[in-house]
């Protein structure tokens, strides 16, 4: 049954956060305190507590002198054309005026345009009807290859030294753990952009499948840049 809970709105705030994406069904926590941000928490939870999270695109210059529209690029910068929204499903406002919340995955959605606006934070159109089926279609393993997946993540977990509770992976449904290691894994924006934008689920495996084997290949070959990991990165 799809009530006015189910609704996704035409017009949605963004949340731009490299490196972070959000898939249908998954659970982002989010800690809140840049001011403009602060002020989009509180009028999601005004209205429909949907917030998209989208990336920012990768600079293609660094620039060297401070110039007008350099400045706007670091406040403003250009994002990528899909995102993923979410639901605030969890608020908590700290004694220093933060705000802790999580957002539960609704459907990715495309940029129609960038609205003009009086707010601290962007405001965008969203395309939904692109991702229908993250709303209404319920994802299947079928082809995906688990053990080589699997196989290829504990080498690259126990090279890179990140504790993993492979007891709880081996249980989790395979679409839940495809899931949570497109959000967890350490991997750069563009990767992660190739796996929120994968058509389904079993693309989105073999890029998932993919990625770990070439970061497992650079790290055996010497290439490992995270030596001095302090191990709060874990896999469960």
């Not at 972070?20 to 005004?46: C, G, H, W």
């Not at 459907?107 to 993250?134: H, K, N």
Request: proline letters at 6%; glycine letters at 6%.
């Amino acid at each position: 049954m799809k009530d006015a809970e189910d609704a996704l709105p035409a017009r949605i705030p963004i949340f731009p956060l490299s490196g972070v994406l959000l898939l249908p069904n998954a659970k982002l926590p989010l800690n809140i305190f840049e001011p403009r941000y602060l002020d989009m928490v509180r009028d999601a939870m005004a209205g429909d507590r949907v917030i998209g999270m989208i990336q920012p695109r990768p600079k293609t210059s660094p620039g060297l002198a401070r110039s007008p529209s350099l400045l706007a690029e670091v406040e403003k910068p250009a994002v990528y054309g899909i995102g993923g929204a979410g639901r605030i499903t969890a608020f908590e406002e700290t004694k220093d005026n933060r705000f802790k919340i999580t957002l539960t995955g609704l459907s990715r959605f495309a940029i129609i345009e960038e609205l003009a606006v009086t707010t601290r934070y962007r405001q965008v159109m969203a395309d939904w009807d692109r991702f229908a089926g993250d709303r209404w279609a319920e994802e299947e393993a079928t082809g995906v290859d688990r053990s080589r997946l699997l196989t290829a993540l504990r080498a690259y977990l126990e090279l890179a030294r990140i504790p993993a509770e492979w007891e709880t992976i081996a249980k989790a449904e395979t679409s839940s753990l495809i899931t949570s290691l497109a959000m967890i894994c350490p991997f750069g924006p563009s990767e992660k952009q190739a796996l929120l934008e994968a058509h389904d689920l079993f693309e989105r495996s073999r890029i998932m499948t993919a990625l770990v084997e070439m970061s497992l290949l650079h790290r055996a070959s010497g290439g490992g840049e995270d030596d001095d990991d302090d191990g709060d990165h874990r896999i469960h």
